[in-house]
């Protein structure tokens, strides 16, 4: 994951500690070879520019160039300023004070919605002795709620599912289940399609208005790069979510767009997802995911 970008930061904190002075001159330079560098990562443009400029600024602004060890320091500008655009604190997801907590699944066909669904009830299992329900509001494709049948059987989750077309009935309908089961949460996997339209944004919203979801998580392939960065906006302005939910990023390359939706829709980032297989999610971690980066 981002093994690309992290050398060539890597040669732009080189080239700085080679020098035996460090002078504006050659801080303006390695700035400049660390904003090529996320530009090459796929980071949006604006959020690579105001990030180069607060590290100068910052650089410059401080007493770094007559430090002790001006390298060191420089480094922990960058550190921390790529901490504060993956949004600063980690960001837990919502619970119900009275269950069941209500967790909306929602964005395109293929980015990893059903998989994703899985991932979380499993780790709100595991990790959280929580008792997921799943409901399967993607009612278009039989695949889909077989997919989520089968995710469930193996983690041994429940799932509610009718043989009608009516995604907003499942959503109810899986809620009330829950409360008479005592389940503490459901998680609910809507359709997606190929690109943002108004039926799909229409049905996401009316099941948002039936259920009044704790938490909505935007869910978003981190391999179409720019691309994901303008769903995230467009999702953002009609339902309002709660926060993102990054896949593919073992794919690695074109990732950096991903890290930039933070700054861009001010929606905090708040799992990740590295592979198919039900383990492959972690919470974000912005401060870890910075030191790897960085190396
Ligand atoms: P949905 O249409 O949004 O529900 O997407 P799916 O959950 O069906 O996922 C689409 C494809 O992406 C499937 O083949 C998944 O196995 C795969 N997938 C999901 N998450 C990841 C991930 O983090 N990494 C990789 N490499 N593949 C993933």
């Known amino acids: 994951m981002f093994e690309d970008l992290s050398s060539k930061l890597d040669k732009a904190f080189q080239s700085l ?7 504006e001159v050659n801080i303006a330079e390695t700035v400049r070879e660390i904003r090529r560098a996320l530009l090459d990562a796929d980071v949006n443009y604006e959020v690579a520019r105001q990030f180069t400029n607060d590290v100068k600024e910052q650089v410059l602004g401080s007493d770094v160039l007559t430090s002790v060890n001006p390298g060191q320091q420089f480094t922990k500008i960058v550190h921390d300023n790529l901490v504060e655009t993956f949004g600063g604190e980690k960001a837990d997801i919502a619970q119900a004070q009275t269950p069941p907590t209500v967790i909306l699944i929602a964005g395109l066909q293929g980015s990893g919605k059903t998989t994703f669904t899985g991932k979380l009830a499993r780790h709100l299992k595991q990790e959280h002795k929580r008792n997921p329900l799943l409901a399967a509001a993607d009612v278009y494709r039989p695949a889909a709620v077989d997919q989520l049948k089968t995710l469930a059987s193996s983690i041994d989750v429940p799932v ?5 077309k009516d995604a907003v009935r499942v959503a109810k309908e899986a809620v009330s289940m829950a409360k008479s089961l005592a389940l503490d949460t459901v998680i609910i996997d809507t359709a997606g399609r190929l690109h943002v339209d108004e039926e799909m944004m229409n049905e996401v ?18 391999m ?23 896949t593919k990023l073992d794919g690695d390359t074109r990732g950096g767009a991903a890290l930039s939706i933070k700054t861009v829709v001010n929606k905090p980032i708040k799992f990740v997802s590295t592979g198919e297989k039900l383990d492959a999610l972690s919470p974000f971690y912005p401060d870890r995911m910075a030191q790897r980066i960085l190396g």
């Open 224 to 246: 179409t790069g720019q691309d994901a960065v303008n769903t995230a906006k467009e999702f953002n302005e009609r339902i309002d979510y709660d926060g993102v939910v990054l």
């Open 205 to 222: 919203a009316e099941i948002k208005e039936a259920v009044n979801p704790h938490e909505i998580l935007f869910v978003v392939d981190s």
């Open 17 to 23: 500690k080679g020098e035996a002075r460090i002078t």
């Open 160 to 164: 509610y599912s009718i043989e009608q």
